[in-house]
């Protein structure tokens, strides 16, 4: 069995027009290499689009992609993601789902207990069950969560897929110590594989007692933090071996070069800050290539806005 993880795609999520066709094709590429790889199915973890109705022309060339999906037979399930929510309950991933693009695999019920039973999507070509909780904003899916019945979860016989949009408490990285999380122990045990979003990092850790716990962090970067932390985005493909191995591979996706520059002003001259922004580029040619340039710092003298940054 081989399968591909995505997650945070957020088509539509730059305003900069240089820059808002960058998740589109992202997800273009990242499509393709799936095809190429021949993977069985593909999951995406929440937060496919940026808002839960995006923009036309970006649905348009997504759509197009999702159908050359369907029409190869190749499977896409999803959950919902804290952008993809919409409190009127409206979102763009049911039109999709409606027209036959791909399958929605947070699917339960609540018994009179107020207990939420969740239930299995099997993929037809490899038997995987797949489930899972979406997010909403403001952490409102921790609920679900409170109120999972995990018991028929975990005897659930075969190979298993967990798929959340939340960060694990445990786990949360370096810098985003104070982000609301749900602790591991509210999800259930002996699943082969947790397909995680929401935390644009990348991550990956067998846990005993559980399985396989990865984020693949977004498709494509949202913002100028991180752009410089991580450059570019990815997603894993998965392969489960006859006797149940599993391991991920993370795949990057190229669509922009990504070079940064930083520069100290503390106590200098906007002439001496030009200096230094200019000789950290050199005799370089840049193609397809997004510079940052961050500049910190209190200047000895002058106005920031006597330093050359349009030069």
């Not at 609920?143 to 949009?165: A, I, N, Q, T």
């Not at 947790?194 to 846990?207: D, L, M, Q, S, T």
Request: hydrophobic share 40%; net charge negative; with cysteine.
């Amino acid at each position: 069995m081989r399968f591909a993880h995505f997650a945070d795609i957020h088509i539509g999520s730059w305003a900069d027009d240089r820059l808002a066709e960058a998740s589109t094709k992202a997800f273009t590429k990242a499509i393709d290499a799936c095809i190429e790889k021949a993977v069985d199915f593909i999951l995406i973890s929440g937060d496919f689009f940026n808002t839960s109705l995006p923009s036309i022309d970006r649905l348009k060339e997504v759509t197009s992609k999702l159908k050359e999906l369907a029409d190869r037979g190749l499977p896409v399930y999803v959950i919902p993601g804290s952008h993809d929510f919409s409190p009127t309950g409206r979102t763009m991933l049911d039109v999709l789902e409606n027209a036959g693009l791909f399958t929605n695999v947070m699917r339960g019920s609540t018994n009179d207990d107020g207990k939420i039973q969740l239930r299995f999507t099997i993929d037809k070509k490899t038997g995987a069950k797949i489930t899972g909780i979406g997010g909403k904003k403001g952490m409102l899916d921790k609920h679900y969560y409170e109120h999972l019945l995990l018991d028929s979860l975990e005897k659930e016989p075969g190979f298993r897929v967990f798929m959340f949009h939340t960060a694990i408490e445990e786990f949360k990285p370096a810098g985003l110590d104070q982000m609301d999380a749900v602790p591991l122990a509210m999800f259930p045990k002996g699943f082969g594989y947790y397909a995680g979003g929401h935390i644009h990092r990348v991550f990956e850790r067998k846990v005993d007692g559980y399985g396989l716990i990865t984020f693949p962090g977004p498709l494509f970067p949202n913002s100028f933090d991180e752009l410089e932390l991580i450059g570019n985005g990815g997603f894993y493909i998965v392969e489960v071996s006859g006797r149940g191995e599993v391991n991920a591979k993370y795949h990057p996706v190229i669509v922009h070069n990504v070079f940064a520059i930083s520069v100290d002003a503390e106590k200098k001259t906007p002439d001496e800050v030009t200096e230094e922004l200019m000789a950290s580029i050199g005799q370089k040619e840049f193609f397809n290539t997004i510079v940052l340039v961050r500049v910190a710092g209190k200047l000895r003298s002058g106005k920031t806005s006597d330093i050359g940054f349009r030069q």
